[in-house]
């Protein structure tokens, strides 16, 4: 596995730090309040198992799952729900976790679908940004780390479902995804 990386972009050390900070920012905004968090399915699996411990709130957990149509290493706009939430969202503080943001249409799709559930406030917060890769208008709340437009994997995420293991956010080598 390691073989197929270049170089580590993001350490864990570094992503653990920022996770804190990012926790204490949350807490900060949301003291008295239950947050519900979403953990989007399955990238942002491990950053969420972080996020969440880090949070010193009463706080519940939904998951849910979507997938983009089409195929390749970019997303083609439309969403299709795998596994909706098991509850509500009625009168609720809702903060959808993600991995990354990249041309922003699976949460722009997402914050406009679930915020139709009348949930009484819902934020975004996502791991790592790319900017330049923006197809529509959307921005999170809390972001980990902005990054430039290279092919990342670990800490959740994945090429071809590989390499969501790896601890830190890494660089893949360009022969991996171009075989
Ligand atoms: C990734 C990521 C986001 C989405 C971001 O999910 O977790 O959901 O793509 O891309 P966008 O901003 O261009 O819409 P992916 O479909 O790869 O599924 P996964 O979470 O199971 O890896």
Not at 109 to 117: D, I, P
């Amino acid at each position: 596995m390691l073989k197929d990386i270049e170089s580590i972009l993001i350490p864990e050390a570094k992503i653990q730090e920022r996770i804190k900070e990012l926790a204490k920012q949350i807490e900060a905004d949301y003291q008295g309040k239950t947050i519900t968090f979403i953990c989007i399915l399955r990238g942002a699996s491990v950053f969420f198992c972080d996020l969440v411990r880090e949070i010193n709130l009463d706080c519940r957990f939904e998951f849910m799952s979507v997938s983009s149509y089409g195929a390749g290493t970019t997303s083609s706009g439309e969403v299709r729900i795998v596994k909706d939430l098991n509850t509500p969202l009625e009168g609720k503080d809702v903060i959808i976790v993600e991995d990354i943001i990249d041309s922003g249409s699976t949460l722009h799709y997402l914050k406009n679908m679930l915020a139709q559930r009348n949930p009484a406030s819902i934020k975004v917060c996502a791991l790592l940004d790319k900017p330049s890769r923006r197809k529509v208008d959307f921005k999170g709340d809390y972001i980990g780390f902005e990054i430039e437009d290279k092919f990342v994997v670990g800490c959740g995420l994945d090429y071809a479902e590989r390499y969501r293991n790896l601890k830190d956010v890494c660089v893949l080598k360009p022969e991996v995804y171009t075989k």
